[in-house]
């Protein structure tokens, strides 16, 4: 029987979660499996990978065959490494000791370079949060200057409006100040010409005795003559 070493996806859609596995070659993808070798998670950043490497790497030596992504994984955590190492110890090439102590370090480096990536992803989230705080701060900074500005202009409008009213209010008073003097000199114009119509009246009999007066004298003027 051919056993592959294979991902058997589950997760929601659109959020997908991986288990690995070493499954027979004929089953369907996401059908029976043979054993669980551990987990993949892929929409973490970096991704979150829990693997058995003691369990990956025995079936590796039993001749399973992983697929790229699997063997990209099993690369990654070392099985691979190991499952090479155990073929250098089963030749005689080297001791379980010196092994184990390669695979120990190279297990310290790749933990080192995946705790850097963590730390400059780290620092990329915090400055990237730092960016998006001040410029939601300048964003603050300027609604509330645009507030203030339009409070001002509303303050303005009711000042200059109050001023208008005043004004308006002291020239209507002004106006109808006016109005009544004039009014008021109106109707005291008649009481003037009434005193002028006496003095005519009286005047007029006087007139009237001179000029009865002038011909009586020219007569006079006349019989003396003769």
Same mark, same amino acid.
């Given at each position: 029987?051919? &056993? #592959?070493?294979?991902?058997?996806?589950? $997760?929601?859609?659109?959020?997908?979660?991986?288990?690995? &596995?070493?499954?027979?070659?004929?089953?369907?993808?996401? $059908?029976?499996?043979?054993? /669980?070798?551990?987990?993949? +998670?892929? !929409?973490? +950043?970096? *991704?979150?990978?829990?693997?058995?490497?003691?369990?990956? &790497?025995?079936?590796?030596?039993?001749?399973?065959?992983?697929?790229? !992504?699997?063997?990209?994984?099993?690369?990654?955590?070392?099985?691979?490494? /190991?499952?090479?190492?155990? $073929?250098?110890?089963?030749?005689?090439?080297? !001791?379980?000791?010196?092994?184990?102590? /390669?695979?120990?370090?190279?297990?310290?480096?790749?933990?080192? #370079?995946?705790?850097?990536?963590?730390?400059?992803?780290?620092?990329?989230? *915090?400055?990237?949060?730092? /960016?998006?705080?001040?410029?939601?701060?300048?964003? +603050?900074?300027?609604?509330?200057?645009?507030?203030?500005?339009?409070?001002?202009?509303?303050?303005?409008?009711?000042? &200059?409006?109050?001023?208008?009213?005043?004004?308006?209010?002291?020239?209507?008073?002004?106006?109808? +100040?006016?109005?009544?003097? !004039?009014?008021?000199?109106?109707?005291?114009?008649?009481?003037?010409?009434?005193?002028?119509?006496?003095?005519?009246?009286?005047?007029?009999?006087?007139?009237?005795?001179?000029?009865?007066?002038?011909?009586?004298?020219?007569?006079?003027?006349?019989?003396?003559?003769?």
């Amino acid at each position: 029987m051919s &056993v #592959k070493i294979r991902l058997q996806r589950h $997760g929601k859609k659109g959020k997908p979660f991986y288990w690995i &596995v070493a499954a027979d070659a004929r089953a369907k993808r996401d $059908g029976r499996f043979l054993e /669980k070798l551990g987990t993949y +998670n892929p !929409t973490a +950043n970096p *991704a979150i990978i829990d693997l058995n490497l003691d369990k990956a &790497v025995q079936w590796l030596h039993n001749g399973a065959q992983p697929t790229d !992504t699997a063997r990209a994984i099993l690369s990654y955590k070392g099985a691979l490494l /190991k499952h090479h190492l155990d $073929g250098g110890v089963r030749k005689g090439a080297l !001791t379980q000791e010196q092994a184990d102590a /390669k695979l120990a370090k190279w297990l310290e480096e790749k933990a080192g #370079k995946v705790d850097a990536k963590k730390d400059g992803l780290s620092k990329k989230q *915090a400055e990237a949060k730092a /960016k998006a705080l001040k410029a939601e701060k300048e964003a +603050n900074e300027k609604r509330l200057a645009k507030a203030a500005a339009v409070e001002t202009v509303e303050e303005v409008a009711e000042e &200059v409006e109050a001023v208008a009213e005043e004004t308006v209010a002291e020239v209507t008073e002004t106006v109808e +100040n006016t109005v009544e003097e !004039t009014v008021a000199e109106v109707t005291e114009a008649p009481e003037t010409e009434a005193p002028a119509e006496e003095a005519v009246a009286e005047a007029a009999p006087e007139v009237e005795a001179a000029a009865e007066e002038a011909p009586a004298a020219e007569e006079a003027s006349e019989e003396t003559e003769a």
